[in-house]
């Protein structure tokens, strides 16, 4: 059987090249760039790649070059190998994350031609051994260890023609809805949010005394897991910084002085 694995990101496919490596598991590795739980989905007057791209350029720091979104065009090219190779398969690996699920319903949108090939390894609620031998919860693919990728790999599920009906819709109510952000709220739930949802939580991070705007994202992300990354919450300072509401200044960011902490005293589900 001739296997092609999709996940979201880089590092959270660093197991599952390596086990490939070691010949515990079978086929090759197709990582998908954009995390589709940030940002908005449609643009009016670009495609589709056209638009992701224009919001991560919009997102990056000021002299850093244009993003350049592609996720679709490759998994175009790899619907194609699929349509001229009967015996090739698809195996998407999804954790309970945001970028995740909304990966699974998009490649539920585009591949819904080649059903009966499509699986899917979901390791939401699923115990496994940490690299100490003590059984934990990962929230990641790119938590398992190695040596546990033969034991997830176990789970791959053809998606049934039910899942397909209920759940291929879902891309096309998301593009609809557009929203600024898309919060996982457990098991294929997502809740969507305006852009600036997280703004008042980083509001309470920052007092009246400069401090560095790297260590305000890394207490946020910290403490609440906030699974957007550091690029889009360095652009959100900037855009509060842009509004008012903050003062940021070669890397250093305090409240500006009509602003105070009780004013972000609500924090925003997540």
Not at 20 to 49: A, R, Y
Not at 118 to 145: C, M, Q, R, T
Not at 232 to 243: I, N
Request: no cysteine.
């Amino acid at each position: 059987m001739s296997v092609i694995h999709l996940i979201v990101g880089d590092l959270t496919a660093t197991p599952v090249v390596e086990a490939i490596v070691q010949e515990l598991l079978e086929g090759e590795v197709v990582v998908l760039k954009d995390i589709l739980h940030v940002g908005p989905l449609k643009t009016e007057g670009m495609t589709f790649s056209e638009g992701r791209s224009a919001f991560w350029t919009q997102v990056a720091p000021e002299g850093q070059p244009a993003a350049e979104v592609d996720d679709l065009e490759r998994l175009m090219a790899v619907s194609s190998r699929l349509s001229n190779d009967p015996d090739l398969k698809i195996w998407f690996w999804m954790a309970p994350a945001p970028a995740d699920v909304m990966a699974y319903f998009w490649l539920l949108h585009f591949l819904k031609k080649h059903q009966g090939r499509f699986s899917v390894i979901n390791i939401n609620g699923l115990p496994f051994l940490d690299a100490n031998g003590k059984l934990f919860y990962p929230e990641s693919i790119g938590h398992i260890p190695v040596k546990e990728i033969a034991k997830a790999k176990k789970l791959a599920r053809v998606t049934t023609a039910s899942e397909w009906e209920t759940d291929g819709d879902e891309w096309s109510r998301l593009i609809e809805e557009n929203a600024g952000l898309r919060i996982h709220q457990g098991g294929k739930k997502l809740a969507p949010q305006s852009i600036d949802h997280y703004d008042i939580l980083l509001l309470t991070f920052i007092s009246n005394q400069n401090q560095k705007a790297t260590k305000v994202i890394n207490q946020a992300m910290s403490k609440h897991k906030l699974p957007t990354g550091d690029l889009f919450l360095h652009w959100r300072l900037r855009e509060m910084a842009a509004s008012g509401q903050i003062e940021l200044s070669k890397g250093d960011v305090k409240l500006k002085e009509q602003t105070t902490a009780d004013e972000a005293t609500d924090t925003p589900t997540e």
